[in-house]
């Protein structure tokens, strides 16, 4: 079918109506499955966002053993409220994010929870691949390229809701593993394998900025990250009778920093 034509062109995309491919959105959710609000994969060197509800369960699977999923998480209605990594790390004393840890905002609050996750596989420490670093590993780091630079991506992303590169903190990733020795170096400990998957409860309104790239630290010589499934569904935040909430004194205390937030905008 030629395209040369404005009304060739218009054939032509119109064929592509009803195609389905393996890394896609799907739309509505609803029909991936009962209750879905997000059903998405993503490639290895892909991207996405959405703004998510305050209840909201997002599971992330890597289904093949090789993805790495960075994650920003951003107060939907005042972004300048973002996701902290060091605060993330030192309020709750732990630098190895998994199953009852809460991700924190510059404010002290929790923007989320993650409900399931290994704390053996993921990073609070590397963030993502750069421009440079990439061009300089693949030969090519550019967002459209066949070994974009997480940072790039983060940025494309960042722009669908009205912010910029300089809007973009530190980032944590999930599926791949760092350790840090004694002596300060770290080990990267490779893939959770194939199914792993991780849950985050979004604790309030937020937007959500997702990247899929190689890990800054994998050895290969060659760019390796495979897809990422991504689902979400509504649901209830973390409340006061839930053991989550008091499970420590810093963590009941930016739940209380997040409930009086909520409560003077209204939202209970």
């Given at each position: 079918?030629?395209?040369?034509?404005?009304?060739?062109?218009?054939?032509?995309?119109?064929a592509q109506g009803g195609t389905v491919v393996d890394c896609m959105p799907i739309v509505p959710a609803s029909t991936a499955g009962e209750g879905l609000t997000w059903a998405e994969t993503i490639p290895g060197g892909g991207r996405t966002s959405r703004r998510l509800a305050r209840?909201?369960?997002?599971?992330?699977t890597d289904p093949h053993g090789?993805?790495?999923?960075?994650?920003l998480l951003f107060n939907a209605d005042e972004p300048w409220e973002r996701l902290n990594i060091a605060d993330t790390v030192k309020v709750l004393w732990q630098a190895y994010v998994g199953e009852g840890h809460l991700?924190?905002?510059?404010?002290?609050?929790?923007?989320?929870?993650?409900?399931?996750?290994?704390?053996?596989r993921s990073d609070t420490f590397c963030g993502v691949s750069t421009l440079t670093r990439n061009t300089e590993r693949y030969g090519d780091g550019t967002p459209h390229g066949p070994?974009?630079?997480g940072r790039e991506?983060?940025?494309?992303?960042a722009a669908k809701h009205g912010l910029t590169r300089r809007d973009l903190p530190p980032s944590i990733s999930f599926f791949q593993g760092v350790r840090v020795g004694d002596d300060g170096v770290f080990t990267w400990l490779g893939s959770a394998g194939p199914g792993a998957s991780?849950?985050?409860?979004?604790e309030m309104a937020v937007t959500v900025l997702l990247v899929n790239t190689a890990h800054p630290l994998d050895p290969r010589d060659a760019y390796t990250c495979s897809p990422v499934e991504i689902r979400a569904w509504s649901g209830a935040p973390t409340a006061p009778t839930d053991q989550l909430w008091s499970r420590t004194p810093e963590g009941e205390r930016a739940f209380l920093n997040t409930a009086d937030y909520l409560?003077?905008?209204g939202i209970s």
């Open positions: 079918m030629s395209t040369a034509t404005t009304a060739g062109a218009r054939e032509h995309a119109r209840g909201t369960t997002l599971r992330l090789d993805a790495c999923v960075s994650v991700l924190l905002s510059d404010q002290g609050r929790v923007l989320a929870s993650v409900t399931t996750g290994e704390r053996n070994s974009p630079a991506l983060f940025t494309l992303a991780v849950e985050l409860r979004a409560t003077a905008r």
